[in-house]
């Protein structure tokens, strides 16, 4: 793939890059793979709680005493603002303030450390309507490789905007281990995550990705999710209901491991820890058959 983002242009190949017929996913430079931390990228519809889910897993990571790096890739650079207490330049940003000359740029230009050491990096992306999101997941992996920073890394969190809609927002697929899907226990939900399931095993065939498994979000039961679970070969990893702490802890800016005790939320976070536990041991590969859009149509719902 050739892009310039100065000018805004770029093509790609249609079907040499081995990701399917007719495929215009972006290919990344094999040498910038993520080869000395356990990756993972985070997907789910649009306003799901993808950041939240992001942010507090950094945290449960570092609590656990890893290294932990997560890396915003949405337009809007929100992913780590409850991290960090603010919005970050973006990884773009800071190169157009040295005209893409990366020797320029020193680490703390763009990687910025926030609540219990989590390093965090906000990719952004190109202008609306030009360019290609996967040449801005591209340049920040490549800048993080030239600073020699993933090799002080252990996890690598990618947090990913709404759904899979193009090979560009897949290409965090290409350097991940396992990915996971936020879900809420709804139609609209449940049929963006059958159709996320789809791109991920289009990844599989060419690259080490495996889905990891679905996270339930926001959600006072999982009876749907759990249905569909079994009909697909998925598994549920974890389920965070939906509680008004998680809410007051976007509007303070903070994670929820910050916020002031109780019950309720000591139960949260042990759910956070266990589910970092767990992805840390590892997780089986799953083999999903995901559905066509009719008949995952006709699948959720009531008679």
Same mark, same amino acid.
């Given at each position: 793939?050739?892009?310039?983002?100065?000018? =805004?242009?770029?093509?790609? !190949?249609?079907?040499?890059?081995?990701?399917?017929?007719?495929?215009?996913?972006?290919?990344?430079?094999?040498?910038?793979?993520?080869?000395?931390?356990?990756?993972?990228?985070?997907?789910?519809?649009?306003?799901?709680?993808?950041?939240?889910?992001?942010?507090?897993?950094?945290?449960?990571?570092?609590?656990?005493?890893?290294?932990?790096?997560?890396?915003?890739?949405?337009?809007? #650079?929100?992913?780590?603002?409850?991290?960090?207490?603010?919005?970050?330049?973006?990884?773009?940003? %800071?190169?157009?303030?040295?005209?893409? #000359?990366?020797?320029?740029?020193?680490?703390?230009?763009?990687?910025?450390?926030?609540?219990?050491?989590?390093? @965090?990096?906000?990719?952004?992306?190109?202008?609306? =309507?030009?360019?290609?999101?996967?040449?801005?997941?591209?340049?920040?992996?490549?800048?993080?490789?030239? #600073?020699?920073?993933?090799?002080?890394?252990?996890?690598?969190?990618?947090? %990913?905007?709404?759904?899979?809609? @193009?090979?560009?927002? !897949?290409?965090?697929?290409?350097?991940?281990?396992?990915?996971?899907? %936020?879900?809420?226990?709804?139609?609209? /939900?449940?049929?963006?995550?059958?159709?996320?399931?789809?791109?991920?095993?289009?990844? !599989?065939?060419?690259?080490? %990705?495996?889905?990891?498994?679905?996270?339930?979000?926001?959600? !006072?039961?999982?009876?749907?999710?759990?249905?569909?679970?079994?009909?697909?070969?998925?598994?549920?990893?974890? #389920?965070?209901?939906?509680?008004?702490?998680?809410?007051?802890?976007?509007?303070?800016? /903070?994670?929820?491991?910050?916020?002031?005790?109780?019950?309720?939320?000591?139960?949260?976070?042990?759910?956070?820890?266990?589910?970092?536990?767990?992805?840390?041991?590892?997780?089986?590969?799953?083999?999903?058959?995901?559905?066509?859009?009719?008949?995952?149509?006709?699948?959720?719902?009531?008679?």
């Amino acid at each position: 793939m050739t892009f310039d983002l100065k000018s =805004g242009c770029n093509s790609c !190949a249609s079907s040499g890059f081995g990701d399917g017929e007719g495929s215009v996913q972006v290919h990344l430079d094999p040498k910038m793979k993520i080869d000395t931390a356990k990756v993972f990228a985070v997907y789910g519809k649009g306003g799901i709680g993808k950041s939240t889910t992001s942010s507090n897993l950094s945290v449960a990571f570092s609590k656990l005493g890893k290294r932990v790096l997560q890396i915003g890739c949405d337009p809007k #650079h929100d992913s780590t603002f409850t991290l960090t207490k603010k919005l970050m330049p973006t990884v773009i940003d %800071v190169l157009k303030s040295v005209e893409f #000359h990366t020797e320029e740029l020193r680490t703390e230009d763009f990687v910025f450390e926030g609540y219990n050491g989590v390093m @965090c990096v906000e990719a952004g992306g190109p202008p609306a =309507g030009t360019g290609c999101g996967g040449y801005v997941v591209g340049q920040t992996v490549k800048l993080l490789k030239e #600073h020699h920073l993933l090799e002080d890394t252990d996890v690598v969190i990618f947090d %990913v905007l709404g759904d899979v809609v @193009c090979g560009g927002f !897949a290409a965090p697929l290409q350097h991940a281990d396992r990915a996971l899907i %936020v879900t809420a226990n709804d139609f609209d /939900s449940i049929f963006a995550m059958n159709r996320i399931i789809a791109a991920i095993g289009a990844k !599989a065939r060419n690259y080490n %990705v495996r889905l990891g498994g679905a996270i339930a979000n926001r959600s !006072a039961s999982t009876d749907e999710i759990d249905r569909f679970c079994d009909a697909t070969g998925l598994k549920r990893l974890a #389920h965070f209901p939906d509680l008004d702490v998680i809410r007051k802890s976007r509007l303070k800016k /903070s994670t929820l491991f910050e916020m002031e005790a109780s019950p309720e939320l000591e139960a949260v976070q042990a759910a956070y820890l266990e589910l970092a536990r767990t992805l840390w041991n590892g997780t089986d590969p799953l083999e999903i058959n995901s559905m066509e859009d009719r008949d995952i149509f006709d699948f959720l719902g009531f008679d």
